[in-house]
């Protein structure tokens, strides 16, 4: 019985699950300077060292509402991951 209920929750919880990381992942993504970030990683990959042009853009994104956006996203979707491995 008890297996039945947690099999029937799962099959509800998943596709509601998928939906709402979708969503999440979406407005972290259009929220975030994605192409900035990226090239700056790769840059300290390569060589370690980040010039302040290439940094410009990443700090006045992270001192905007754009960046508490993402960040907003981002721990939503970390909270549902968080939920989803305890169940």
């Given at each position: 019985?008890?297996?039945?209920l ?27 300077c994605l ?6 990683a ?6 370690g ?12 994104w ?9 960040a907003?996203?981002?721990?939503k ?11």
């Open positions: 019985m008890r297996a039945d947690v099999r029937d929750s799962r099959e509800i919880v998943g596709p509601t699950l998928s939906s709402l990381l979708l969503f999440y992942i979406y407005h972290l993504q259009l929220n975030s192409q900035d970030l990226q090239q700056l790769e840059t300290l990959l390569s060589n060292r980040v010039d302040c042009k290439s940094l410009t853009p990443v700090i006045d992270a001192h905007g509402s754009q960046a508490r956006r993402a907003h996203y981002a721990s979707i970390w909270s549902l991951l968080e939920n989803e491995a305890r169940i």
